[in-house]
C-alpha cells in the first residue's frame, strides 16, 4: 500500500485526487494536508466524502509528511513547493507537484511569466514533466520529483503532439483557442467566479499571456526539435469541468504541392495513440465533446483538414480535474511506484 | 460471472446502467437492447463509451434474451414490460424492471394514475418492491422480479421513512415538495426538454396528479400500517441530475403537548438508516444538496425541527439516475444474486 | 424628471434599479453611491453599462444625497438604513429601502428574527409597505418612507393573498416552498456562492428561520385578519434569476362538506388581480415558470386544487431582481410621484 | 404606425422579434405567421406575452401578407423565402429576411454551401446586406429587399472589419474561432439540442464547412477589396444567447519591420466605430463578455496585440438574437421607414 501525503487537499484538483485515491486500490491518504482548515473534519469541506473520509485536515508540514508517507502531491499557489523544497525531502519520498514550479526547464522562462523568482531551480532540471504518454519512460522508480503538467497544457499538447512531432504542420502558423470550465479558476472566494458572474456568459481572459503558454510552447518544441511560438488563448465557459483545445496550423504540403491526407493525418495521430489507454482518436467527423470525458482521465482528440485553407483543424476535450490534474498525477504515482499505469482511473465517463 | 441483458439500453437510465455495471467485478452485460439504435454500436449513441463498450445495439427480443442471460433490466416506457412477459420468461430469468409496471399492487390504481391497461398483473403480487434498504430481506436468490422504484419515489420514502414507521408524524399532514434535473425526463426529443427551455427556468409540473403520488403513498401506507394521502409536487431544475425533496408533517405531541424532541427524531433517523451504506443522516444542521450524491448511489437525509409551527421538516437528496434508477436496480441485483449489496456501487460522489 | 439616488448601487439590486431607471421617461439618477467603488466609473462595475452610464460612483453620504435628489433608493445590508435615517432627511427626501429595516411593524420581532438592534424604531410605525398592488393607497405623494418588500416575500404573499383575504384557507395549514435563483445571494464573493458550488446543485437553506418569514407572517395576517404561524423553507437553484413559490394549504370545506370549486377559486383571485397589471392569472392548468417572467415586473400565478387531500396548491414566479428587488422599488417611485404605475416598467419578459 | 408581419413567429429569432416589436413606438404587429400553430394563440407558444399579444397564430400566407402590412420579416428555413418570393410581392411590401437566401451574391456558392438549389436568384442583386453599420447608405426607403446577416456572420465581419479595411492585416492567416450559446440552434425538438445534452458541455461543430464562412468571406472580402479565405470554427456553449468570436490574424509589419502599435490599431476600430450606437470599443483591457451585451442590441469589441508571435487577436461579443437576429432586423427596418435606427433597440443589456 502506498502512503499518500496530499499538501493543498482541499482545492478542487486536491478533492479530485481524494476522490480518486478513495478507491485506488494500492494507495491510503495518510495526510490530508490544508492549512486553511487545519483541524476541521476533510468532510466538513468536502460533504460529499461523508462517511467515506473520516480524517482531519492537517497542516502542511512537508518534513513531517516526508517521514510518513512514500508520494507527496503537491495541489499548491505556483511558487509554494518551490520554496519549501529540499534534498533532504527528496531523499525521502516522492513528489508529484500539480502546480507549475517544476515545468518549466528555463527559470528565466519561469519568472517571467509567472512574476515570481523560482526559489529552488537547483530541482528544475531533474524534475520529469509528467505528460505520461509521451515521458513515460522517463517516469520510473528512479524519479524523485514529477512536474505534473496543467490542464490546458495537458489538452493542448496531447491534441497537437502528433503532427508536430511528425513534422506535418507548420508550428509558426500554431494557434490554440481553448476553452475551460470553471472549476479551473479554483475554490478561492473571488468576485469573478461567482454563479451569476459566470453563469450564462462566456469571456476570453489572459489573452496573449496566459502562463501556459511557455509550458505548450516548450513541450511542443520538443516534439518537433524547433522553437515554437504560439498563441494560445484560454477562455471562461459556464460548465464546472472541461477543457476543449480547438487548434489550427498550416499542413505543410507535400514536394507536389498537395496536402498530406486524411488517412495520413489520422495515420500519424494512431501512430502515437493508438496503444494509448487515455488517449481516444475518435472517429472521422466526430467532434469531441468535454461531456465524453467527464469524470474520467480520458483525452478525446480529432482532426478536420480544411482543403480550401490548407489548414487541419485539431479538437481535444479532457476533465481538466482529471486528465488535466488529479488523474495525470496519479497516472504519474502509479508510474513511480511500478503499478498498471491505469490503476485506480477507470473511471467511465459520466453522461449526462 | 453474472450475464446482463438490458432492454431500454440507450435511454439515460440504461446509460446509467451500462456506466455502473461496465465496472462491476462480477456481472457482464451481453445485450444492449435498443429498439431505436438496432445494429449501431452502443459507443455511436453514447460517445463517451468509445472503446470501453464495444458491442452493437440489439433489439428488445426478451424470450431470446432470457435464453442468453441471468438477469434482465427493463429501462423501458410504463407498460411495455406488462405487455411482454410470461411465466416462461420468469422461469429463465430474473428480471429487474426500471419502469412503474409491478410497483403498485392494486392494479386499479396502477390503471388510473397511468392511464393504462395493464396487461399482466398476475406477476404483480409476486414482484417485490425493491427499496433495498426496507425490503432487503425479501429480495433473495428466490426472487424473480423486482420492482425498482421510482426516482421521486426512492427520495420520498427514505426521506419520511423513519418518522412514519415510528409513528412521530401526522401523516395526514404530509408534504412532499420534490425538485429535480432534467435526466428524469429521458433522451426523447421533446421540445420543453431543449437546452434553452429549461436552462434559467423552473416551474413544477403534475400538480397533483405526478404518477408518483401513488407509489409513496403505498409504500409509506405499508411504514405507518394505515392509509397514507399526501400531496407530492414535482418541480423541474435546470441541472442534468439529482433530486431533492422537502417533506413537511406535523409531529404527533406527546401526553404532555411537547413536541419529540431534536435527539428523538434523530434517533428514529438513526434506528433506520445507521448501518446503511447508502444513506447518510447528516450532521445537525447540514441540509443535504444534490451535488454532494452526484454520481453515487447515496441518498443523503436529514431534517429540522420548527418549534413555532409544530411541524418536522425532512429533507432528502439523491442521484436520481444512480438510486434513484440504475444505481439501486444493480443493488438490487446484488441482493438477488447473493452478492455484497455494494458491489460495483461504491462509486464516490464528483464534486464539482 | 424626478431626481434619483441609488445607495448600495453596485449590489445586483442596485444594478437593475440602474437598468431600469436609464429608461425611465421621468426619473433621472443623480448619485450613484457605492462605498466599495469610490470614485470608479460606474461602467466598470457593471461593463454592460458602458457607453449608457459615465457617472462615478460615490460615497454613501446620505444627508448630502438628500439635498440633491427627490428619491433615495437604498438597496443596502440589514440595518444600515436604520443606523443613518433622521427625520431632517424624511423631511427632504422621499425613501425607498430595499432592505428588510422598515418591513416589520414589530421591532423586537425584526430584532429577535435579524440578530440586530432596530437603531430608528421611530419611523417604523410611518413605513408604508410597499406591496403595490395591496398598499397602493397608502402610497403617496404624502408618503415619505416606503419599506419595499423582500424578493421571496412578494412572490409568497401574491400568490397567497387572494385565498387569504377571502378565507378560503385554513392558514394554519399554510406552508411556503420557495426556490429561488442565485442572484438574491448579492455580490459578494462568498465561497459557497461560486459558479463549481451552486452550479449542478441545490438545496434548502434558513430552514425553520429565514428572515423572511415573519414578513409573509404578518402581512398575510393583515389580510386574514388573523395571527399565521407559517413554514416558509427557501432554497438555492442553479439560475441567475427567478423565484418560484410553491404553496400548499387545506381549503376550507363549506357547510356542505364540499371544497370551494375551480370557479370559486379562481373568482377570489380574479377579483383582486384582474386589473393587475403585473400580476397574471394564468389559465386553468398551467404552471407558473420563472422565465416566463424574466426581466420583467411581473408576477405569474395561479393554482391547482387537489380533491383527494383537500388542499390548494398555489404557485407564483417572480424575477427576484424586478418584482422582487428593483422593479417593484420602481413601482413604488411612480407611485409616490403621481406617475402612471407602470412607467419604466414596460419591459417584455426575454425569453429564451 | 408601421404595419409588420412576420413568417415564422413561433421560432427564437421570431420571438425576439415580437418582444422588440411589442414596445416600438412606430411599429406594430399585424400578422403573427407560423404554420406550425395556426389557430392558436401567440402567448399559448410563448407564455411570456401572456396578456401582452393576444393574437392568433396565422399561416404563412405571404401574397395576403403583402396586401395587409408594410414590412415583412422572415424569419425562416433557408430556401423557403427564395421559393415564394415574387416581383408581386417586392412591389407591394419591404422584407426583411433572416434566412440566408439572399445574402451571398453569388448563387453558386450559395448553391455549394447550402446545399439547395436557389428558386429565385433574380432577387439577389437587389438584395441589400443588412449590416447596418457598413451598409446603411445602402438601406433606405427605395431598398425593397434585406437580407439580414448572419448571427456568427454579424459578430464575426464586425469584430475583424476595421483591421481588414483598413489592410492592418493579413487576410490569408484569418483564422475566427466563434462559440454560440444554444438558441442559434432553434426550437425545433431534437435530441442533440436537450438540456442534459448541451449542458456541462461543449464542442466544435460544422468544423471547416459550416454555413456561415462563405457570407463572412464574402463581406471581409468587400472590405479588404480582396480574395478572403478563412478558417471559421463555431462552437456549442451550455449558455441560452450570446455569440463569442475570437479572431486571429498576423499583423502586417510596417517598412522598418514593426508591428502597428496598439494606438494604431485602436485608431482603426476608432475610425469605423466611435460614432457606432451599437458597437462598442472596449477599454484597453477589456475582453468583450456576452453577458454585458446579453437582452441588447450591442456589438462589444476589443483586441490585443501579441508582440511575440505578431499576431492580433480580435474579439467581439453578441446577444445572437438582437444584433445577431432580431435587432439587426428591426435595425433595417428603422433604415427602411426612415426612423431614428435606435428606435425600440436601446434596450439596456441585462446583468446578471
Given amino acids: 500500500m502506498i502512503k499518500v501525503g496530499i499538501i493543498g487537499a482541499t482545492g478542487y484538483a486536491g478533492g479530485e485526487l481524494v476522490r480518486i485515491l478513495t478507491n485506488h486500490p494500492e494507495a491510503e491518504i495518510k495526510w490530508y494536508g490544508s492549512k486553511s482548515y487545519i483541524g476541521k473534519k476533510y468532510y466538513e469541506v468536502y460533504r460529499n466524502m461523508f462517511q467515506i473520509v473520516d480524517e482531519e485536515c492537517l497542516d502542511d508540514n512537508i518534513e513531517e509528511l516526508a517521514e510518513q508517507v512514500d508520494v507527496i502531491f503537491t495541489a499548491t499557489p505556483q511558487g509554494y513547493l518551490a520554496s519549501i523544497l529540499t534534498e533532504d525531502i527528496l531523499k525521502k519520498v516522492k513528489v508529484v507537484d500539480l502546480s507549475a514550479d517544476y515545468r518549466i526547464k528555463d527559470v528565466a522562462v519561469y519568472e517571467k511569466w509567472y512574476g515570481i523568482e523560482h526559489k529552488s531551480p537547483q530541482f528544475i532540471e531533474e524534475a520529469v514533466y509528467g505528460l505520461c504518454e509521451i515521458n513515460r519512460d522517463k517516469i520510473t522508480a528512479d524519479t524523485r520529483l514529477v512536474a505534473n503538467p496543467g490542464c490546458y ?154 482543403e480550401r485553407t490548407g489548414r487541419v483543424i485539431m479538437m481535444g476535450a479532457i476533465d481538466n480535474l482529471m486528465k488535466g490534474a488529479a488523474g495525470q498525477a496519479v497516472q504519474n504515482m502509479n508510474l513511480l511506484f511500478g503499478l498498471p499505469e491505469e490503476m485506480g482511473l477507470e473511471l467511465v465517463p459520466c453522461f449526462p
Fill in 153 to 306: 497544457t495537458t489538452c493542448s499538447i496531447l491534441t497537437c503532439y502528433p503532427l508536430v512531432k511528425e513534422g506535418l504542420i507548420d508550428v509558426d502558423t500554431l494557434i490554440v483557442d481553448a476553452k475551460s470550465g470553471t472549476s479551473g479558476a479554483g475554490r478561492g472566494a473571488k468576485m469573478p467566479n461567482l454563479f451569476c458572474e459566470v453563469n450564462e456568459n462566456m469571456k476570453a481572459y489572459g489573452v496573449a499571456n496566459h502562463r501556459h503558454t511557455p509550458e505548450i510552447e516548450e513541450q511542443l518544441g520538443y516534439a518537433g526539435n524547433c522553437e515554437v511560438t504560439l498563441n494560445f488563448t484560454p477562455h471562461l465557459v459556464p460548465m464546472n469541468r472541461g477543457i476543449l483545445a480547438t487548434a489550427y496550423a498550416k499542413l505543410i504540403r507535400k514536394a507536389d504541392g498537395s496536402l498530406p491526407t486524411e488517412a495520413q493525418v489520422r495515420q500519424a495521430y494512431a501512430k502515437y495513440f493508438d496503444k494509448e489507454k487515455f488517449v481516444r482518436l475518435l472517429d472521422k467527423g466526430e467532434c469531441p465533446e468535454t461531456k465524453w470525458v467527464e469524470g474520467s482521465n480520458y483525452v478525446d482528440v480529432n482532426f478536420v483538414i480544411d
